[in-house]
């Protein structure tokens, strides 16, 4: 039995990852999306996922790696991250073993 935890998910997930995954998974997505060009899409996704900003006693914080916590576009992104990582897992082993859920 293999047991997975993520810790601290959203910092994990790498920009550059996170566009990739989309990419990948554009022509199921591209529908949601109707009326945006691609190259469009993809130039607000890179500003919005590389820009993020926090102020803690007048102080402003730049966010270095990963999706930033608290933006509404994280949970979503880092949930296409993961089904990409278990379907890549699931293809590597065959029907050998399933996933449980809680």
């Known amino acids: 039995m293999v047991s997975f935890d993520v810790v601290s998910l959203f910092t994990n997930v ?5 566009i990739k995954v989309i ?18 899409f993809f130039e607000i996704l890179e500003l919005c996922l590389s820009n993020g900003y926090r102020q803690f006693h007048n102080i402003v914080y ?8 608290g933006s509404p576009f994280s949970p979503i992104i880092a ?9 890549s897992i699931s293809n590597r082993f ?9």
């Open 14 to 18: 790498s920009v550059p990852l996170a």
């Open 23 to 40: 990419e990948n998974r554009w022509k199921e997505l591209h529908n949601i999306f109707t009326g945006i060009d691609e190259k469009l």
């Open 62 to 69: 730049s966010r270095i790696e990963g999706l930033a916590m």
């Open 79 to 87: 949930e296409l991250v993961l089904d990409e990582f278990f379907d």
């Open 94 to 102: 065959d029907d050998k073993f399933g996933f449980m859920t809680k």
